[in-house]
């Protein structure tokens, strides 16, 4: 049966077949992204409610807002920015073909200041979902996030947008977190070379987008990279880290550590396996493929109360 338009029927594009499977109407993005995006079988219970948010948005404790508009754009008169002579491209391209070329080196992108047109090769991100995807049931994992065409290596996929909050905010979440219940809460750290750490904590759970329904993969085919835009608030973008079949379920490593060097002291600290003893916040991982650890990546650090 085809599936129908869960964006509120706000969108141009036609929607596409779920695989035979009945989309269930309920709005899943409310006519906020670039396309549609369907909620495939109908025989499964609905996906859990939430505000839907396609950017991120100040939470509780967030020294920052997002929204706001704080870095200073670039003077480029032409409609596509030069390496070297663009301050927003001070470690070279970030995209080639629409591909992101480094998930190794910090990326900005030419925002809402910025003089160069909108057609700019820097502007990857903010062009929106490119890639028709859907929400479907995965056995064992609940809901994900699929693709229903092929994504070369390199593209940018979706965001993970939710609430930005502060440390203190993170962990008073995770601790009153039922053990049961899915946690949707990142950390994300960037090793500045100064040597200091900028931690940067999401959380779709009441407000997020569709990045919410992306689950772990200890072998996955997405990476995370943060991209920085209007806000020194990092946005948490996805990037395809390999050719990407249609039908296939879009997964990355909740640690951050699968294609992105990490310090060793941030590898001994349990953030990966959990090594430490609190056994009870452990989960098991049902990605199935050959590296699988056994356990979802667990960051001590959340549970822990600063004083």
């Not at 409310?30 to 396609?54: D, M, T």
């Not at 219940?181 to 987008?209: M, Q």
């Not at 050719?243 to 600290?269: K, V």
């Amino acid at each position: 049966m085809e599936a129908r338009d869960v964006c509120g029927g706000q969108e141009a594009l036609p929607v596409p077949v779920c695989g035979g499977q009945e989309a269930l109407p309920v709005p899943v993005c409310g006519g906020q992204e670039a396309l549609p995006v369907p909620v495939c079988g109908g025989q499964e219970a609905l996906p859990p409610r939430f505000q839907y948010s396609a950017e991120l948005v100040a939470g509780p404790g967030a020294e920052l807002d997002p929204s706001e508009v704080t870095v200073q754009g670039c003077e480029c008169q032409e409609p596509h920015c030069t390496p070297g002579e663009c301050a927003c491209l001070p470690h070279g391209e970030n995209y080639c073909h629409h591909r992101l070329l480094s998930a190794q080196k910090p990326v900005l992108e030419c925002n809402v200041l910025c003089r160069c047109g909108d057609s700019c090769a820097n502007r990857e991100t903010q062009r929106g979902l490119q890639y028709q995807l859907h929400v479907r049931p995965v056995p064992g994992k609940g809901w994900g996030l699929c693709t229903l065409e092929s994504v070369p290596s390199g593209r940018f996929v979706c965001e993970y947008a939710g609430e930005v909050l502060g440390p203190e905010e993170a962990r008073r979440r995770i601790r009153v977190q039922d053990p049961e219940s899915n946690n949707y809460i990142i950390a994300v750290r960037e090793h500045l070379h100064s040597g200091h750490v900028l931690e940067t904590f999401v959380d779709p759970t009441y407000v997020g987008n569709i990045g919410r329904f992306l689950n772990h993969s200890c072998q996955p085919n997405l990476v995370m990279v943060p991209i920085r835009t209007h806000s020194m608030v990092p946005r948490l973008a996805l990037f395809a880290a390999r050719d990407i079949q249609a039908g296939e379920e879009l997964c990355y490593d909740y640690s951050g550590m699968a294609f992105n060097f990490t310090p060793d002291s941030e590898r001994q600290s349990g953030r990966r396996h959990g090594t430490e003893s609190s056994g009870s916040q452990r989960k098991k991982c049902l990605c199935g493929t050959a590296p699988c650890s056994g356990y979802l990546p667990y960051d001590a650090t959340l549970y822990k109360t600063v004083t």
